[in-house]
């Protein structure tokens, strides 16, 4: 089955590009597959963790590859991190900014060189619509580590990597 699932508060959908999901999903009830597409009740419950975080990526263990120098993302619950793991392309300063929804909570940064304990920079304003730092890390592999403190349920943000 090849499907893209989606959550945000209030809504959820499911693409189903091989029709796997018709037979089980569009079955009126009378026994008759039907092709028109159907809106989840409003209230339909989804699995968040499963639909936002494809591949789970809560640790730098799980961190994945940061899929461009400038990508959409989301934190998905209270308590959220998304990491993301990086090789430095030249030996210049590394500018990493995230821009968010402040209405739904505040997001923060870390940057890490490998798996050391201590972040190398981080940014963690609690004010504005977005964060951004500057460093000049050693090593070459690096994580960025986007992440909320608990006080947003979901948040949306636009991760911008210069080196």
């Known amino acids: 089955m090849l499907a893209v699932t989606a959550w945000c508060a209030g809504c959820s959908f499911a693409l189903d590009f091989d029709g796997d999901l018709e037979d089980a999903a569009l079955d009126a009830g009378d026994g008759a597959v039907t092709d028109a597409a159907r809106d989840a009740a409003p209230d339909a419950p989804a699995d968040a963790r499963l639909a936002c975080e494809t591949p789970p990526d809560d640790s730098r263990a799980e961190a994945v590859p940061v899929p461009g120098t400038m990508f959409m993302a989301n934190l998905c619950r209270g308590g959220d991190h998304d990491f993301y793991i990086f090789s430095r392309v030249s030996a210049a300063p590394i500018q990493v900014r995230v821009e968010f929804d402040p209405l739904q909570g505040d997001v923060d940064l870390r940057l890490y060189s490998g798996f050391s304990a201590s972040p190398i920079a981080s940014g963690t304003t609690p004010t504005g619509d977005f964060e951004m730092l500057?460093?000049?890390?050693?090593?070459?592999?690096?994580?960025?580590?986007?992440?909320?403190?608990?006080?947003?349920?979901?948040?949306?943000?636009?991760?911008?990597?210069t080196n």
């Open 134 to 161: 500057t460093a000049d890390p050693p090593g070459s592999q690096l994580f960025i580590e986007v992440y909320d403190d608990g006080e947003a349920t979901s948040n949306g943000y636009r991760l911008t990597i």
